[in-house]
């Protein structure tokens, strides 16, 4: 009987663990949004948000409910290639906090030589979706 306990309480352990393969897609997600950026495509880079009512993109300058919102936003925000710049990600910390849930925190910088630079942090909150990492919140500051 003890044994089987056991089993079921290692099971269970490595159920909410965090792999290197979650941190790696995870990784991937933002290198991909990285890249379809830095190439102009907005809605590639939106392709890794939940496309639901759902999402919420924080700002300074307040709260962007839903993915047809936030698509907005950022072609509003960034109406051509010379106002995207070129991207870069620096990511501090991702934390899978459960099989489906992870956090990940964040810099970005935008290099633009005629509009000038400009950059923050950023907290994501990523759920894993039919074996797919997606946004469901960003707080970009």
């Not at 700002?59 to 925000?77: E, F, M, P, V």
Request: glycine fraction near 8%; aromatic fraction near 12%.
């Amino acid at each position: 009987m003890f044994r089987k306990i056991l089993v079921f309480i290692l099971l269970s352990l490595k159920c909410f663990a965090q792999t290197p393969s979650d941190e790696n897609a995870i990784r991937q997600v933002l290198a991909e949004q990285n890249k379809r950026w830095n190439l102009g495509d907005i809605p590639g880079f939106m392709a890794y948000y939940h496309h639901s009512q759902d999402l919420k993109f924080i700002s300074k300058n307040g709260i962007t409910q839903g993915w047809d919102a936030t698509l907005a936003r950022y072609h509003s925000a960034y109406p051509n290639q010379e106002a995207m710049g070129q991207l870069k990600f620096d990511i501090l910390e991702v934390e899978v906090t459960a099989s489906k849930t992870a956090w990940v925190i964040g810099k970005w910088h935008l290099t633009r030589p005629k509009l000038g630079d400009i950059g923050g942090h950023f907290t994501l909150l990523l759920k894993k979706v039919k074996g797919q990492w997606l946004i469901f919140r960003d707080h970009t500051s």
